[in-house]
Nanobody, 126 residues
Framework: QVQLVESGGGEVPPGGSLTLSCTTSGFTFSTTPMTWLRHHPRRGIEWLSSISSAGDDVAYADSVKGRFTITRDNANGALSLQMNDLRPDDTAVYRC???????????????????WGKGTLVTVSS
């Protein structure tokens, strides 16, 4: 049974930083590309970033490029998202996702995300 569990959310002031984690089980993490997305209160679902199975290729949405960094720990089945220079517009529920086998790089379509975690809330507010 595939399980994805996010953690690390919270409330930070503008300009602050947070690191989100996604722990996984039920599949072979080391051979699976992974994705971070968020559910924005006004804009809905937004793809943020993807990382290849080996971690040697990454992709970012323009809105977070240069501020967010995706990494993975294949030994422990864990995915991370380092978020810097957070803005009020980054307020959202952040979720990790496992693309399905037919998904192609950079796995940015919500229609190809086979499994999603329940998410962790990030609030950026002064």
């Amino acid at each position: 049974q595939v399980q994805l569990v996010e953690s690390g959310g919270g409330e930070v002031p503008p300009g602050g930083s947070l690191t989100l984690s996604c722990t996984t089980s039920g599949f072979t993490f080391s051979t699976t590309p992974m994705t971070w997305l968020r559910h924005h209160p006004r804009r809905g679902i937004e793809w943020l970033s993807s990382i290849s199975s080996a971690g040697d290729d990454v992709a970012y949405a323009d809105s977070v490029k240069g501020r967010f960094t995706i990494t993975r720990d294949n030994a422990n089945g864990a995915l991370s998202l380092q978020m810097n220079d957070l803005r009020p517009d980054d307020t959202a529920v952040y979720r990790c996702a496992k693309p399905n086998a037919r998904s192609t790089w950079p796995h940015s379509s919500e229609y190809t995300w086979a499994y999603w975690g329940k998410g962790t809330l990030v609030t950026v507010s002064s």
